[in-house]
């Protein structure tokens, strides 16, 4: 089975600290992404990457960019985190083996951010 | 632009009725993927099923069906013989072709409580 660890289950960090989440995969895939869950509004898109060193917009970028630079590792980071951006992060993997691009995500168990 | 409605924010029943999750999407691509996750209270996504735009077949999977309906845009799920391990929180995502299948679009998701 794909293996998806994010390095945290909680954090707590203060409004304009620089924060990091990690992810790593061990399955080989190709795509990695980064979603925020929010109540009442799902899964949004952050930030994806097809290959090592590549990253592409989502759809709420603003906040955040990404590293990635091995290809089981993909980092979110915020620059200066703000109350707003306290959320549940989820990262997904997924492969291009599927006959299509569009192939399930495989999760890892997400990062509860608490931002004060 | 692609869109994923589940109108139903929380339904609740008892151990062994049958329940329906509703999913009504929106795409102007001809060529597109749904999928349903399941979140337990662990908080890891798993995937259910993937159905592409061309397959109008149902398709069960023990006490899981999926009824897919091009005509009305929508891809229910229904749970036959509920049980307790069924609580979860439940999405439904959409995957264009057009996008190279890095942007899956999520509903907002439905809370199943399951009593026993």
């Known amino acids: 089975d794909v293996k998806v660890t994010q390095s945290s289950r909680y954090l707590v960090k203060r409004t304009g600290e620089k924060v990091f989440l990690e992810c790593v995969q061990d399955?080989?895939?190709?795509?990695m992404f980064w979603y925020r869950q929010d109540p009442g509004l799902g899964l949004r898109l952050i930030y994806f990457?097809?290959?090592?060193?590549?990253?592409e917009k989502g759809d709420i970028p603003e906040g955040y960019s990404v590293s990635r630079e091995k290809k089981e590792r993909f980092s979110l980071i915020l620059e200066s985190a703000s109350t707003n951006q306290t959320s549940m992060y989820l990262c997904?993997?997924?492969?291009?083996?599927?006959?299509?691009?569009?192939?399930?995500?495989?999760f890892g168990n997400g990062t509860r951010l608490t931002v004060t | 632009a692609q869109k994923v409605t589940q109108a139903q924010t929380e339904i609740s029943v008892v151990e062994k009725e049958d329940v329906t999750l509703d999913c009504v999407y929106e795409?102007?691509?001809?060529?597109?993927?749904l999928f349903w996750y399941k979140q337990p209270p662990s908080g890891e996504l798993v995937f259910l099923i993937r159905?592409?735009?061309?397959?109008?077949q149902n398709e069960i999977s023990g006490r899981y069906s999926w009824n897919f309906q091009k005509s009305t845009s929508s891809f229910n799920f229904t749970i036959t013989a509920s049980q307790v391990v069924d609580s979860a929180v439940y999405f439904c995502?959409?995957?264009?072709?057009?996008?190279?299948?890095?942007?899956?679009?999520f509903g907002a998701g439905t809370r199943l409580f399951v009593k026993a």
């Open positions: 997904a993997s997924s492969t291009v083996s599927w006959g299509s691009y569009n192939s399930p995500l495989h």
């Open positions: 399955m080989d895939h190709e795509n």
């Open positions: 990457s097809y290959d090592v060193k590549m990253k």
């Open positions: 795409t102007r691509d001809t060529t597109y993927y």
């Open positions: 159905r592409n735009s061309f397959d109008e």
């Open positions: 995502a959409l995957s264009e072709s057009g996008t190279g299948g890095f942007k899956t679009i």
